[in-house]
Every structure is written in structure tokens, then in C-alpha cells.
């Protein structure tokens, strides 16, 4: 029975490491979210080096958030 249970664990590990989305996808996604209008016309700046400039030269400290969404 232990067998069957561990049988059963890695197909179900193997189906989720499968279904993970290629990096080819993933960077799609992450180019269609930044081309969104909210995220235009908000003013926020997704370019690290540029923040980290502007932060220095405004003595401001840099908030950011960072997320992944994992599903389809």
C-alpha cells in the first residue's frame, strides 16, 4: 500500500513540475502585464537601475514589491 501512496505522490509531482509554464511564456506574461494602461499611467517605474538613480538623487528610500503569479 505505502508503494501505491509514493507511486501516486510522484505522478502528482511530476504533473505539477510539467505543467509549469516555459520561460519563453512567462517573460509573455510579464510583457503583457507592463503594457497594461494602469500600470502606465500610475507612474510607477519597473526599471531598477532608473529607481535606484532617482532614489539617490531625491534621498528617498525605494519601496517595491515583487509578485509571481502561478496560475495559467
Keep these: 500500500m505505502r508503494h501505491a501512496w509514493a507511486a501516486a505522490f510522484v505522478l502528482a509531482l511530476a504533473g505539477r513540475v510539467l505543467a509549469q509554464p516555459s520561460q519563453e511564456e512567462l517573460i509573455k506574461k510579464r510583457d503583457a502585464k507592463l503594457a497594461e494602461?494602469?500600470?502606465k499611467s500610475g507612474g510607477w517605474i519597473t526599471d531598477y537601475d532608473k529607481v535606484r538613480?532617482?532614489?539617490k538623487k531625491a534621498?528617498?528610500?525605494?519601496?517595491?514589491y515583487f509578485t509571481r503569479s502561478y496560475s495559467p
Design 37 to 39: 494602461e494602469w500600470l
Design 59 to 64: 534621498n528617498k528610500l525605494i519601496f517595491a
Design 53 to 55: 538613480e532617482e532614489a
